[in-house]
C-alpha cells in the first residue's frame, strides 16, 4: 500500500513538471515569435499624446447623402478604431470628438459655426501638446471614378510632410497592396493652407481617406474589415514616422 502510494505521488510530480515546463514553453514561444507585439502592451512611451480629429459631426454631416451613408460617421468609426489600434501600442490618445456632435459650442471666438468648430478643434490639439495629430476625413468629387487617398500637410512644413508622406506609403503597402491586391492605385500627397494645419502649434496632416462619390470606394469605406484595415495602415505610417 505504502510503495503504491509513493508511485503514485512520483507520476504525479512528473505530470505537474511535464505541464509546467510545456506552459514555459508555450509562454517563451509567444514572447519570441510575437517579440515587441507582446510587449508593446507594457511599453508607455513616456506619455506620448496622439490626437485624432474626426472631421464634421451633428448638424454638420460632411459629404455623402443622409438616406444613405454621411461622412461624418465614417470619419468617427475610422476614428475610434484609430484610437484602439493606437492605445494597444502605448500612446494616450485624445479625440476632438468621440460622438456625432459638432464643436462650436467649445469655441469662445465670435465667428461663424464653422470657424467656432474648427477653433474648438484646434484648441483641443494643442491643449494636449501631441507629438502628431491626425484629422479624418472623406472626399467628394463630381467624377465618380476619382478614388484614392489624399494627405494633407501645411505648406513648407517639413515634418508634416515627412508625416504625411510615411501614413501615404504605408497605405500604399498595407492597404492597396496587400489588402486590396491594386498596385496602380497610389496614396497622394499634397499641401494645402487649411485652417486645421495651418492654426495648431504642433505636426499634423489631414487624411482624406477615400471618396464617397466613388460605388466602389463608398461600399469599402462602408465595410468594417476594410475601416479596420484604414485604420491600421495609418497607425503603421505615424509609427514609421517617429521612430
Ligand atoms: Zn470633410
Redo the contacts with the bound molecule.
Keep these: 500500500m505504502k510503495r503504491k502510494n509513493r508511485i503514485y505521488i512520483l507520476y504525479l510530480n512528473k505530470k505537474i513538471l511535464f505541464i509546467l515546463t510545456l506552459l514555459l514553453l508555450i509562454i517563451i514561444g509567444i514572447i519570441f515569435t510575437k517579440g515587441s507585439r507582446a510587449l508593446n502592451i507594457f511599453s508607455y512611451r513616456d506619455g506620448q499624446v496622439i490626437v485624432i480629429d474626426p472631421?464634421?459631426g451633428g448638424i454638420d454631416g460632411?459629404?455623402g447623402n443622409v438616406k444613405d451613408v454621411l461622412?461624418k460617421d465614417i470619419n468617427l468609426d475610422v476614428g475610434i478604431k484609430l484610437k484602439k489600434q493606437l492605445l494597444v501600442e502605448g500612446f494616450n490618445v485624445v479625440m476632438t470628438r468621440e460622438v456625432d456632435q459638432s464643436l462650436e459650442h467649445l469655441s469662445s471666438l465670435n465667428a461663424s459655426r464653422y470657424r467656432r468648430d474648427l477653433d474648438a478643434r484646434k484648441n483641443i490639439i494643442d491643449n494636449n501638446e501631441p507629438v502628431v495629430f491626425i484629422s479624418i476625413?472623406?472626399n467628394s468629387s463630381k467624377k465618380s471614378t476619382a478614388r484614392g487617398a489624399k494627405i494633407y500637410h501645411y505648406p513648407n512644413s517639413t515634418e508634416g510632410k515627412r508625416l504625411a508622406d510615411s501614413i501615404a506609403r504605408s497605405i500604399d503597402a498595407n492597404l492597396y497592396e496587400k489588402f486590396l491586391k491594386e498596385e496602380s492605385l497610389r496614396t497622394e500627397v499634397l499641401s494645402e493652407d487649411y485652417y486645421i494645419l495651418r492654426e495648431p502649434s504642433y505636426t499634423g496632416v489631414l487624411v482624406e481617406i477615400g471618396f464617397i462619390t466613388n460605388p466602389e470606394e463608398k461600399r469599402l469605406l462602408m465595410d468594417e474589415d476594410y475601416k479596420e484595415r484604414l485604420a491600421f495602415a495609418i497607425k503603421k505610417g505615424i509609427l514609421e514616422y517617429l521612430d
Aim: no cysteine.
Design positions: 472631421g464634421h460632411g459629404a461622412e476625413h472623406v
